[in-house]
């Protein structure tokens, strides 16, 4: 028997960063966001060995242990360890004997929200192998407090939610960890426009989120208001950018993008720096209208709305400067799970 389940990355349109703590506990956050087709994969083989197994597929990289109820954190599968450790506590379970692989087509760093797709993926192997009593909010929170609180791994709330639920969604974020899924009903003609003209380039450079993020945090708790004012106004953004879409008013997304790209980066210093700067102004010099970072911020993925028959020649304009634009479809669907015989 094998157990599979993917989960797709997401691109955040707006709001960006109002999902993370305390931000979001104080004032309340907004995000819109959109999960494409590239996806994180988990394949589970239950096993008699009286060992657990964890593979990254691709980067030959394998940890096997004894098989026991709670498993030390080791360099590398902290992920996978996080997941396996919460499940056996949460449901007491005793320790299980399995080969856990998990694969994902996109680089961690790169702003998609990596990190937390693969912890809902592998989530799902073990709801579908154990048969745990988790509805879609019940695997993102708990995907949120494995990471954020079992791990300690710094970070917001969205990338779980956009991961399992799927599709285009405005997320509002409250006090206690609430939070409020909104799927967004688009026609076909907006859907197919906005993905005509969005364009996904990789930086090929990556970052660690958690130095940017902590810098985030610092600014709230600190009360700087210059950052604190910057995060209000994405969260304005995100009602705006959701707006729009549903009216189909898509010639305003690049001026929404443009005024959320000028407030991202006075959330944290390191949310931008030179090549992303000359990115930007590259594009925008190209014919796109607005763009983001994706993710935290600092490298990664970036992307564009270039309206009409821009996009070309904004791709050409871009790829000169080290990076790669990377194709991509929206999708309606987030976690999947099956079981082959």
Same mark, same amino acid.
């Given at each position: 028997?094998?157990?599979?389940?993917?989960?797709?990355?997401?691109?955040?349109?707006?709001?960006?960063?109002?999902?993370?703590?305390?931000?979001?506990?104080?004032?309340?956050?907004?995000?819109?966001?959109?999960?494409?087709?590239?996806? $994180?994969?988990? +394949?589970l083989e239950p096993t008699t060995s009286n060992k657990i197994e964890f593979v990254i597929d691709g980067q030959?990289?394998?940890?096997?242990?004894?098989?026991?109820?709670?498993?030390?954190? /080791?360099?590398?599968?902290?992920?996978?360890?996080?997941?396996?450790?919460?499940?056996?506590?949460?449901?007491?379970?005793?320790?299980?004997?399995?080969?856990?692989?998990?694969?994902?087509? /996109?680089?961690?760093?790169?702003?998609?929200?990596?990190? +937390?797709?693969?912890?809902?993926?592998?989530?799902?192997?073990?709801?579908?192998?154990?048969?745990?009593?988790?509805?879609?909010?019940?695997?993102?929170?708990?995907?949120?407090?494995?990471?954020?609180?079992?791990?300690?791994?710094?970070?917001?709330?969205?990338?779980?939610?956009?991961?399992?639920?799927?599709?285009?969604?405005?997320?509002?974020?409250?006090?206690?960890?609430?939070?409020?899924?909104?799927?967004?009903?688009?026609?076909?003609?907006?859907?197919?426009?906005?993905?005509?003209?969005?364009?996904?380039?990789?930086? /090929?450079?990556?970052?660690?989120?958690?130095?940017?993020?902590?810098?985030?945090?610092?600014?709230?708790?600190?009360?700087?208001?210059?950052?604190?004012? /910057?995060?209000?106004?994405?969260?304005?953004?995100?009602?705006?950018?959701?707006?729009? !879409?549903?009216?189909?008013?898509?010639?305003?997304?690049?001026?929404? !993008?443009?005024?959320?790209?000028?407030?991202?980066?006075?959330?944290?210093?390191?949310?931008?720096?030179?090549?992303?700067?000359?990115?930007?102004?590259?594009?925008?010099?190209?014919? $796109?209208?607005?763009?983001?970072? +994706?993710? $935290?911020?600092?490298?990664?993925?970036?992307?564009?709305?270039?309206?009409?028959?821009?996009?070309?020649?904004?791709?050409?304009?871009?790829?000169? !400067?080290?990076?790669?634009?990377?194709?991509?479809?929206?999708?309606?669907?987030?976690?999947?799970?099956?079981?082959?015989?």
């Open positions: 028997m094998i157990i599979r389940s993917k989960a797709p990355l997401r691109i955040g349109l707006a709001g960006g960063g109002t999902d993370v703590s305390p931000y979001s506990d104080i004032y309340g956050g907004a995000i819109l966001n959109a999960t494409i087709n590239l996806y $994180a994969y988990a +394949s030959e990289k394998k940890l096997s242990v004894d098989s026991k109820r709670e498993l030390a954190l /080791a360099e590398g599968f902290e992920l996978f360890i996080g997941v396996y450790n919460r499940i056996i506590k949460q449901f007491n379970l005793p320790a299980q004997s399995f080969k856990l692989t998990s694969y994902i087509e /996109a680089p961690q760093g790169s702003g998609l929200g990596t990190s +937390s797709t693969i912890v809902v993926s592998l989530l799902g192997a073990f709801v579908e192998w154990l048969k745990l009593p988790l509805g879609k909010y019940d695997i993102a929170h708990l995907a949120f407090e494995i990471e954020r609180i079992d791990l300690k791994m710094a970070g917001g709330k969205q990338d779980q939610y956009a991961a399992t639920f799927g599709g285009i969604n405005y997320l509002e974020f409250f006090g206690n960890d609430k939070v409020i899924v909104n799927p967004l009903s688009l026609k076909p003609t907006i859907l197919n426009e906005l993905e005509h003209n969005l364009l996904l380039y990789f930086t /090929a450079t990556q970052r660690l989120s958690a130095n940017i993020i902590n810098e985030q945090v610092k600014n709230v708790n600190d009360k700087n208001t210059k950052s604190v004012d /910057a995060m209000h106004n994405l969260k304005e953004q995100a009602l705006h950018m959701k707006e729009a !879409l549903l009216q189909g008013n898509l010639n305003k997304l690049g001026e929404i !993008l443009h005024f959320g790209w000028h407030n991202k980066k006075q959330m944290a210093n390191s949310i931008s720096n030179n090549l992303i700067d000359t990115i930007y102004d590259a594009a925008i010099s190209s014919g $796109a209208t607005g763009g983001k970072i +994706s993710g $935290a911020g600092g490298g990664g993925f970036m992307f564009f709305y270039c309206p009409a028959v821009t996009k070309l020649k904004v791709a050409a304009a871009i790829n000169q !400067l080290g990076g790669n634009t990377q194709a991509f479809k929206f999708t309606n669907d987030g976690l999947v799970t099956w079981t082959i015989e």
